[in-house]
């Protein structure tokens, strides 16, 4: 059962083409992310994307004086999905944080949003000690192995935001109804 009660989905498209899908919904946000800042006033945003996933994050987003490196996880809204595993290096980023999209299978809308990270201009709050594994059995040991540099995170240490806008507050500290700064 999905976050909004709906049937789990059958569409093979997203499991077979789950690279370009999580592209599309890459796209998705951030054309959402940098409307809303628009809308706000804010206009001195930079976008910057990862050339290697080499320390786990996609992308590099400043606004309002605050810099980002994002890892990104995307999940439909139908999917049983109940931990990600987040890369260490990610916490040696300035302002390191996790956004997990949930996203309408057939229509692709985004939300709600589910953020780990710390407060504007802050670390990354600890990602605790859980080691993620490797998806599939090894064939010389026998069992799943353990990714050193992975720890898994459960949905309960993400904040639940349902609009683009709360995460925005959330990450840049700019709030819809205050004035941006000209720098």
Same mark, same amino acid.
């Given at each position: ?15 077979? @083409?789950?690279?370009?899908? @999580? ?27 990862? @050339? ?132």
């Amino acid at each position: 059962e999905s976050l909004d009660g709906t049937p789990p989905m059958t569409d093979t498209a997203h499991f077979l @083409e789950s690279g370009l899908r @999580e592209k599309v919904i890459e796209h998705l946000f951030v054309g959402e992310l940098l409307k809303c800042l628009w809308c706000r006033g804010v206009r001195d945003v930079e976008v910057l994307r990862a @050339e290697v996933d080499r320390a786990g994050y996609d992308l590099v987003l400043e606004a309002n004086g605050i810099m980002r490196h994002v890892q990104f996880k995307a999940s439909y809204r139908a999917a049983k999905t109940a931990k990600v595993g987040i890369h260490t290096g990610l916490a040696r980023k300035p302002g390191g944080c996790v956004i997990w999209i949930w996203f309408d299978p057939d229509t692709l809308e985004l939300g709600p949003f589910l953020w780990f990270g710390g407060k504007a201009g802050e670390a990354l709050p600890p990602l605790g000690d859980r080691v993620g594994r490797h998806t599939r059995v090894s064939r010389t040991v026998g069992e799943r192995r353990h990714r050193e540099a992975i720890r898994e995170l459960t949905k309960g240490r993400f904040m639940k935001l349902k609009k683009i806008d709360q995460l925005i507050d959330v990450m840049f500290g700019v709030r819809s109804n205050q004035v941006p700064s000209q720098r």
